[in-house]
């Protein structure tokens, strides 16, 4: 990548961040586009001089994104949104697609999925991710498409909020107890796109990301807690009573579940058997003892200091 230019929108973001930095490794020059560029200027401590730009840009303004994109070599997607999901994740994908596609010198295009993305999913995030999918594939048929599992890190907002909650409650309530999941690392999923970005066989091809072990989300629970040293007891809910309060709930402001989280919880999340993944981008999945512990140790009793039981 040393010296390319390469547009990353959504570059501030939880998965933008590593990719960022795996790009400034690289060598190339990286602009990072967002609503707000100031919210991405932590990295430019990680860039040589002149390596990082930014610039402010929607996706749903296809002008900004035309500007984004000029004199870029590559575009990577990875803008996501858990509201006004349609209009990000399909309207958004594809007006970053189609301005790849129209500008001469954008030779390849990254972009962002997620396991689970399908146009007739019943849930609102699923098929905005496979409509985005198909959008995207129509205006750059050669670009990558990478669909992660769930994704975990220090920043992430899935094991972190499970951990407080662990810390919080004396019995947790468990939705959906049997799904199953097959959480990935950030990095992985960073090394995931610099690797299709490197291989001239990715363009056109969709890869599914999952990390080396699928748990179920009654089990994910158990290590998060075993992780942070709490020892809990669990409710599994209903599938009845967790549809209940869902539906009834779900609508209000910091809800535990909404209604199309729990029509997405319906489906495991764990990649599709014969998919193309990680191993075949040549990537080992890093297990999640190897990572979270390291960052898990602020939900202990005494911090960093407390004992793991």
């Given at each position: 990548m040393n010296?390319?230019?390469?547009?990353?929108?959504?570059g501030?973001?939880?998965?933008?961040?590593?990719?960022?930095q795996?790009?400034?490794?690289?060598?190339?020059?990286?602009?990072?586009?967002?609503?707000?560029?100031?919210?991405?200027?932590?990295?430019?401590?990680?860039?040589?001089?002149?390596?990082?730009?930014y610039?402010?840009?929607?996706?749903?303004?296809?002008?900004?994104?035309?500007?984004?994109?000029?004199?870029?070599?590559?575009?990577?997607?990875?803008?996501?949104?858990?509201?006004?999901?349609?209009?990000?994740?399909?309207?958004?994908?594809?007006?970053?697609?189609?301005?790849?596609a129209?500008?001469?010198?954008v030779?390849?295009?990254?972009?962002?999925?997620?396991?689970?993305?399908?146009?007739?999913?019943?849930?609102?995030?699923?098929?905005?991710?496979?409509?985005?999918?198909?959008?995207?594939?129509?205006?750059?048929?050669?670009?990558?498409i990478?669909?992660?599992?769930?994704?975990?890190?220090?920043?992430?907002?899935?094991?972190?909020?499970f951990?407080?909650?662990?810390?919080?409650?004396?019995?947790?309530?468990?939705?959906?107890?049997?799904?199953?999941?097959?959480?990935?690392?950030?990095?992985?999923v960073?090394?995931?796109?610099?690797?299709?970005?490197?291989?001239?066989?990715?363009?056109?091809?969709?890869?599914?990301?999952g990390?080396?072990?699928?748990?179920?989300?009654?089990?994910?629970?158990?290590?998060?807690?075993?992780a942070?040293?709490?020892?809990?007891?669990?409710?599994?809910?209903s599938?009845?009573?967790?549809?209940?309060?869902?539906?009834?709930?779900?609508w209000?402001?910091?809800?535990?579940?909404?209604?199309?989280?729990?029509?997405?919880l319906?489906?495991?999340?764990?990649?599709?058997?014969?998919?193309?993944?990680?191993?075949?981008?040549?990537?080992?999945p890093t297990?999640?003892?190897?990572?979270?512990?390291?960052?898990?140790?602020?939900?202990?009793?005494?911090?960093?200091?407390?004992?793991?039981?």
């Amino acid at each position: 990548m040393n010296d390319k230019l390469i547009t990353v929108f959504g570059g501030d973001g939880f998965v933008g961040r590593y990719v960022v930095q795996a790009l400034l490794k690289s060598g190339a020059r990286v602009r990072i586009v967002s609503r707000n560029p100031k919210r991405g200027w932590f990295l430019k401590a990680q860039a040589n001089l002149g390596q990082i730009a930014y610039v402010a840009a929607d996706v749903m303004q296809p002008e900004t994104i035309a500007r984004a994109l000029n004199g870029a070599d590559i575009a990577i997607n990875l803008v996501g949104s858990f509201a006004n999901m349609d209009m990000i994740q399909n309207r958004g994908a594809q007006n970053v697609a189609a301005a790849a596609a129209a500008k001469a010198g954008v030779g390849q295009l990254v972009h962002m999925s997620a396991i689970g993305a399908d146009s007739a999913s019943p849930s609102a995030y699923g098929k905005s991710k496979g409509d985005g999918e198909a959008a995207v594939r129509a205006a750059f048929p050669a670009a990558t498409i990478i669909r992660p599992s769930i994704i975990f890190g220090r920043e992430d907002q899935f094991i972190n909020r499970f951990a407080g909650l662990i810390r919080l409650l004396p019995i947790v309530p468990v939705f959906s107890a049997e799904t199953r999941f097959q959480p990935v690392f950030v990095g992985d999923v960073a090394h995931a796109v610099m690797a299709a970005l490197a291989n001239p066989e990715a363009a056109g091809k969709t890869f599914e990301l999952g990390g080396p072990q699928t748990f179920s989300m009654l089990e994910l629970n158990k290590w998060i807690a075993q992780a942070c040293g709490r020892e809990k007891y669990y409710f599994p809910v209903s599938s009845i009573i967790g549809a209940g309060m869902a539906k009834l709930t779900g609508w209000l402001p910091g809800a535990p579940m909404t209604w199309d989280q729990w029509l997405m919880l319906q489906s495991d999340n764990v990649v599709s058997e014969g998919a193309s993944g990680l191993s075949a981008l040549g990537i080992v999945p890093t297990p999640l003892e190897a990572i979270a512990p390291g960052w898990l140790v602020q939900y202990r009793k005494h911090g960093r200091f407390g004992a793991a039981t």
